[in-house]
């Protein structure tokens, strides 16, 4: 079966950096597009970032462009999210997704999830 699993998530002060990692099995990785969402207490999920299945396009949320770094390695099965410049309101649960389309930051278009994994920014 398909596995999603984040990791990396911790406590960071404004202005620091973390960097977020999501492995997949159970799947062709290399034939589906990441993405990563996010999540606040009494907020919807949103879209932070994608890249397509080849990891040669990226996009992002205007609220982190500029900040946040998508990227993989197809031969690890291995997404990762590159946090800079950290905002309190960064706070949140962050899902890495796996899904057939690129550009997308719709949860409804991601078939796979992880669990997660907490960000904390601390001001």
């Known amino acids: 079966q398909v596995q999603v699993v984040e990791s990396g998530g911790g406590l960071v002060q404004a202005g620091g950096s973390l960097r977020l990692s999501c492995t997949a099995s159970g799947l062709t990785f290399d034939s589906y597009a990441m993405g990563w969402f996010r999540q606040a207490p009494g907020k919807e999920r949103e879209g932070v970032s994608c890249?397509?299945?080849?990891?040669?396009?990226?996009y992002y949320a205007k609220s982190v462009k500029g900040r946040f770094t998508i990227s993989r390695d197809n031969a690890k099965n291995t997404l990762y999210l590159q946090l800079n410049s950290l905002k309190p309101e960064d706070t949140a649960m962050y899902y890495c997704?796996?899904?057939?389309?690129?550009?997308?930051?719709?949860?409804?278009?991601?078939?796979?999830w992880g669990q997660g994994t907490q960000v904390t920014v601390s001001s």
């Open positions: 890249i397509r299945w080849s990891g040669g396009s990226t």
């Open positions: 997704a796996a899904g057939p389309f690129f550009p997308s930051l719709s949860t409804s278009q991601y078939n796979y």
